[in-house]
């Protein structure tokens, strides 16, 4: 803060830059919900490798400011994750992270569930021969 009317806001990288892949960049982050307003360490979200749209999953420790691990499926549009943790853990990391996979052939249409640990480890999915369209993106409280 500045006097009384102004103040300065100084930038600061998430990762370092040559961790970035033009135009790689992390939205629609998800932490384990437990952690909300609390300190956490880990940041789940959706990297865009090839375009403006969907892509791959990543992890940054806003820690030590690095992303740690990237999932990828070439067969996939990752929608945003969720954290979902293990009833009754007080870990930040005890749960798994759910996405929804959108398949870009567009002659057969399908929409996977993605499982994986904390450490975007592929647990397992499921697959629906449905299209799933792109809709509201976060949590709804009502």
């Given at each position: 803060?500045?006097g009384?009317?102004?103040f300065?806001?100084?930038?600061?990288?998430l990762?370092?830059?040559?961790?970035?892949?033009?135009?790689?960049?992390?939205?629609?982050?998800?932490?384990?919900?437990?952690?909300?307003?609390?300190?956490?360490?880990y940041?789940?979200?959706?990297?865009?490798?090839?375009?403006?749209?969907?892509?791959?999953?990543?992890?940054?420790?806003?820690?030590?400011?690095?992303?740690?691990?990237?999932?990828?499926?070439?067969n996939?549009?990752?929608t945003?994750?969720?954290?979902?943790?293990?009833?009754?853990?007080?870990?930040?990391?005890?749960?798994?992270?759910?996405?929804?996979?959108l398949?870009?052939?567009?002659?057969?249409?399908?929409?996977?569930?993605?499982?994986?640990?904390s450490?975007?480890?592929?647990?397992?999915?499921?697959?629906?021969?449905?299209?799933?369209?792109?809709?509201?993106?976060?949590?709804w409280?009502?």
């Amino acid at each position: 803060m500045v006097g009384n009317n102004s103040f300065y806001i100084h930038p600061e990288y998430l990762a370092p830059p040559e961790q970035f892949k033009e135009p790689w960049m992390l939205e629609f982050a998800m932490v384990n919900p437990n952690f909300i307003g609390k300190k956490y360490r880990y940041v789940y979200g959706v990297g865009f490798p090839d375009s403006y749209f969907l892509g791959t999953l990543m992890k940054l420790d806003v820690q030590n400011k690095e992303f740690v691990k990237v999932w990828e499926d070439s067969n996939c549009l990752a929608t945003e994750p969720y954290f979902v943790p293990r009833p009754g853990s007080t870990e930040e990391e005890d749960g798994v992270v759910l996405t929804l996979c959108l398949d870009p052939n567009k002659q057969n249409p399908t929409t996977t569930l993605v499982v994986l640990d904390s450490h975007l480890n592929e647990l397992g999915r499921f697959a629906a021969p449905i299209p799933t369209p792109i809709g509201f993106h976060s949590i709804w409280i009502s």
